[in-house]
Each structure stands twice: as C-alpha cells, then as structure tokens.
C-alpha cells in the first residue's frame, strides 16, 4: 500500500470509523481518531493518548499524511514561508498571512506548474507533479500549528494551477470545509483558466469564492503573458466565466497583475472595462511583485491608480492588492523551489 491510498488526512469520518474498526478497535474511536487529526493535528497516531498503549506502538509508523517542514523564513511583516517535504522527498511551498483578525493560508495545489507564465517564478521551474488532496490539508494543519492559532481563510495560489488538479483540490475543499471547519465562503480557488474545467467547477454547486487570473484585456496580449491561452480563447474564457455566475449565483473575481508599459496603459483599462460590463465581478489590481529574472517592472502609484480610476468611472467593482511576504519572496509569483528533490 501507498501512502497516497493510506493516508488518513483527507478521509472522512465514516471513512476513519471503517479503517478504526479493522484495526480491531471499537467504533467510537473512530470520532476520537478524526478529531485528533484534524482539531489537534497529530503527526503520528502515537500521539493519540486516549488510544491503548499496545495498538499505538503498533501504529506509530503507520501514514498520516503529513510533510516534515524543511525550511522556514519570516517576513517583517509577519508573513511566513514554509518549504514542506513531501513523503517522496519533493519540497513545496505554503505561506501563512497573519492580519489582525485573520490568518490566511496560500496552498500549493501541484509541485512546479506546467502553465509557464512568463511573470511568475513557479512557471519557470516547469511541472513535477499534482498534489494529493492530504497534501492540500497538511499545509493548512501546519500552518495552524506553527502560528499556535486557526486558520480562517484558505487562497490557492501558491504553486500549481488547481484547475489543471480539479478531483483533488474539490477533495481538498470539501474536507477544509468540513473536518477542518473552514467556511466555503473563506476558499478561494484562482485559475489562468482550463478549457471546460470551469464549467466542471461550477458543476459542484461550491459556495467557494473563484478568481480567474485574467492579466490582459484581449486574446493577444493574454497569450504572450500565459502561453497555455493560445488554446483557450479569451472569449471563450468570459463565456465560461459567465456561465459558471449563472451556474452558481457567485460573482467572479478578477486578477490583473499590473506590468508597466506593458498591460497598465489607460487603453488597456478602457478595453478590460468594456469586456466586464455588466458582469457580477470585482477586479483585483495586482501590482507585479519582482522575480529574480526582472523581465518586467512594477508600475509606479501614479500609472496604478489611473488604471483603477478608468475602472471605477465605468462603474466596475475595483481593488488594488499588494502582496505580503514580498521580503521572504513569498508574495503572490514569488513561490519556486530550485531545491526540487532533497535528499534523504
Ligand atoms: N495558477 C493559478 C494559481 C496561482 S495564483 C493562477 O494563476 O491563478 C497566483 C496569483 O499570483 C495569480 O493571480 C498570479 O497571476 C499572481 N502572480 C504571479 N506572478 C506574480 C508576480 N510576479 N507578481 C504579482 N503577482 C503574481
């Protein structure tokens, strides 16, 4: 056996009933099992003291499902960067947003990512692998941990794109919501877009807020930024985006990441303005966080708030975001590990 198909994290709690009981324990410690692991956040079912000594000696090299943090750095502004060890030796990385009332968690939803943007760092590293959905909720069981305090708000936007991941990052979701206590409403999934993953998405009826990292407004800018968007037209795109409002009765986020000079001009907000009339959305302005390749440059306020100001004057809901976590290079792009595999 794996320990993908063993892992604990991530079963539900009928699931962990059925496994308890054929390990010849009674089933009411089934409800003892699922809340150590996802309300205490155990790493190794030794820990579990309320279970007999025999079985959990027994059991103490049995999966769990969680990583070992191989490294961590904290930002001034409290922000930190994890790099997890997965069981197979391969290192991700989640971020922890501390804000006064809130503590968010940014989950990586696949090692590397294959959609090779050409502003984002994880896009240069290239695509190893998916996530498993244990994978997904161990990062936030960590990051609730080392902050000592409970994570209320889940964003996928550290590596990987979830769309191209959809089984386990619904899995995922789902488990958030339920075993680990995360309002829907608290997930955030963010997508460049998967044709027809979209309408899979909305399929499942999910109360989770969705955000397409639009970036352009037009197919031919959007291509030269996201290579995949050339088999994704941007029409296509919208119409998708469309459907899943009516599907799900949520409005849609959109991200536009700010790049000077070349997808900041007033033309540029004139054009997005038009594309989004009308469309129960909110645009959120992300100014460009630098990556070590420098190929582009973040816009001065002035130009940023120009662009937001044509927004605002066609009545378009309108935000400026600016990452945290930009000095341990864990804001939004940031994310890479050239340490791939370790050793050991
Ligand atoms: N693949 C998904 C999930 C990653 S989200 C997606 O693209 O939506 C990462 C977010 O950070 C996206 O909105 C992305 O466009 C943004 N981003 C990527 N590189 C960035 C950079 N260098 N500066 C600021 N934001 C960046």
Same mark, same amino acid.
């Given at each position: 056996m794996t320990t993908t198909e063993?892992?604990?994290?991530?079963?539900?709690l009928p699931e962990l009933t059925e496994w308890i009981e054929s390990t010849g324990? $009674?089933?009411?410690?089934g409800k003892q099992l699922y809340q150590w692991l996802?309300?205490? =956040?155990?790493?190794?079912?030794?820990?579990?003291?309320?279970?007999p000594k025999a079985w959990r000696a027994e059991m103490a090299?049995? $999966?769990?499902?969680r990583s070992q943090i191989h490294h961590y750095k904290t930002a001034p502004d409290g922000t930190r960067k994890y790099l997890l060890k997965l069981d197979d030796g391969l290192i991700i990385e989640t971020v922890g947003i501390p804000t006064e009332k809130r503590l968010t968690v940014c989950v990586s939803?696949?090692?590397?990512?294959?959609?090779?943007?050409?502003?984002c760092a994880t896009g240069k590293m290239g695509f190893t692998r998916h996530l498993e959905a244990y994978e997904i909720l161990d990062q936030v069981l960590t990051v609730q941990e080392d902050f000592g305090q409970r994570v209320s708000n889940v964003v996928?936007?550290?590596? =990987?794109?979830p769309l191209a991941n959809l089984e386990q990052v619904i899995k995922s979701v789902h488990s958030l919501n339920?075993?680990?206590?995360? =309002?829907?409403?608290l997930l955030t999934i963010s997508t460049v877009g998967v044709p027809n993953q979209i309408r899979a998405l909305a399929a499942e009826n999910l109360q989770v807020t969705f955000a397409i990292?639009?970036?352009?407004?037009n197919q031919q800018l959007r291509e030269t930024l996201i290579p995949t968007a050339k088999n994704y037209h941007f029409d296509q795109l919208l119409d998708e985006c469309r459907e899943y409002v009516d599907m799900t009765h949520r409005r849609i986020s959109f991200e536009y990441i700010l790049l000077a000079r070349v997808n900041d001009l007033p033309e540029h907000a004139t054009e997005l303005a038009k594309h989004l009339k009308g469309f129960q959305s909110h645009v959120n302005l992300i100014p460009y966080n630098p990556i070590s390749e420098e190929e582009f440059q973040r816009p001065g306020k002035k130009r940023i708030n120009v662009f937001k100001q044509i927004l605002q004057d066609h009545k378009i809901a309108v935000s400026v975001r600016y990452s945290k976590g930009l000095e341990a290079d864990?804001?939004?792009?940031?994310l890479r590990t050239n340490l791939i595999k370790t050793a050991g």
């Open positions: 063993s892992a604990l994290l991530g079963k539900s324990q $009674p089933k009411y410690r996802y309300q205490k =956040g155990i790493r190794n079912l030794e820990e579990i003291t309320v279970f090299d049995y $999966p769990v499902g939803s696949q090692v590397g990512c294959a959609m090779a943007c050409e502003f996928f936007m550290g590596m =990987g794109e339920k075993d680990v206590g995360i =309002g829907q409403r990292s639009l970036h352009a407004p864990a804001a939004c792009g940031q």
